[in-house]
């Protein structure tokens, strides 16, 4: 994988039931600003269809699963996320959608930055114009 990254998180689980634990700048690389949920979403919706000029996030799978599209305008990527064990890093300037929620899914989010629209990359032209005079 190189557009996206797996991160591991311990497995705390024991006798009594399943504990995972998400700490900034321990196994989350960045300052938690934001945390939010996407959940209750049916299997044929797509949700995302943006990349995010800054902003850095994780998302965990902690019920259910989904499928997660990358495309940082060179290679894309396609990631089941299906455990709270494993995060996938989003970095900045990546589209990405969000496809095969199971009826079960909660995808929990870590932001690096609180909501900001402008930070918003919502239309795919832009996006890869964007990418090109980033990297002249
Ligand atoms: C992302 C993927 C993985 C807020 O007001 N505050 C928030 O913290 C968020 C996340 C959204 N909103 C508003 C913005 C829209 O009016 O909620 C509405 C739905 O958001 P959006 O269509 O962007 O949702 P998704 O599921 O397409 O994308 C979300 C995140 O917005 C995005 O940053 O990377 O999940």
């Known amino acids: 994988m190189s557009v ?17 634990s998400y700490e900034e700048s321990r196994n989350i690389p960045f300052h938690i600003k934001r945390i939010y949920c996407i959940y209750n979403v049916s299997h044929n919706a797509e949700r995302g269809f943006h990349a ?23 290679e894309k990527e396609s990631i089941v996320l299906s455990t709270p064990y494993k995060g996938l890093y989003i970095g900045s ?20 930055e609180l909501y900001d629209e402008s930070d918003y990359i919502r239309n795919y032209d832009e996006f890869l114009k964007e990418i090109e005079m980033g990297s002249r």
């Open 4 to 20: 996206g990254k797996f991160l591991s998180f311990e497995d705390l689980s024991d006798s009594r039931g399943g504990l995972v």
């Open 52 to 74: 995010h000029r800054k902003l850095e996030q994780v998302a965990v799978c902690v019920s259910g699963s989904c499928t997660m599209l990358l495309d940082n305008g060179k």
């Open 93 to 112: 300037n990546i589209w990405r959608v969000m496809q095969s929620f199971s009826k079960d899914c909660v995808l929990v989010v870590l932001a690096s």
